[in-house]
């Protein structure tokens, strides 16, 4: 079965840190484009950070870059996102997803999903 789960989700104050894991298993992550995305509350997603399959060219929203930093380790089949300064506007369910899409940030393209992780910035 092919699936990837998140998890790592949880309470954190602002300014803390959270890592969050997306494992997949059915497949092998190392040859696929991997996407962390965000739905806050009443919004609609959000892409957060993406990385390459081959060379690990990473690419992130503006609003994370320089706090957010996404890593894989595919020994372990395995990709990270390390999150540190967060702001309470960081609050959203945060979601792994797979594929090989035409352009690093169409969401449509990515075939596989995870069922998301609750992060919370609250004090």
């Known amino acids: 079965q092919v699936q990837l789960v998140e998890s790592g989700g949880g309470l954190v104050q602002p300014g803390g840190s959270l890592r969050l894991s997306c494992a997949a298993s059915?497949?092998?992550?190392?040859?696929?484009?991997m996407y962390w995305v965000r739905q806050a509350p009443g919004k609609g997603r959000e892409g957060v950070s993406f990385?390459?399959?081959?060379?690990?060219?990473?690419k992130y929203a503006n609003s994370v870059k320089g706090r957010f930093t996404v890593s894989r380790d595919n020994a372990k089949n395995t990709v990270y996102l390390q999150m540190d300064s967060l702001r309470p506007e960081d609050t959203a369910v945060y979601y792994c997803?797979?594929?090989?899409?035409?352009?690093?940030?169409?969401?449509?393209?990515?075939?596989?999903w995870g069922q998301g992780t609750q992060v919370t910035v609250s004090s």
């Open positions: 990385i390459h399959p081959s060379d690990e060219s990473t």
């Open positions: 997803a797979a594929g090989h899409p035409t352009m690093w940030a169409i969401m449509q393209e990515y075939d596989t």
């Open positions: 059915g497949f092998t992550l190392s040859s696929y484009w």
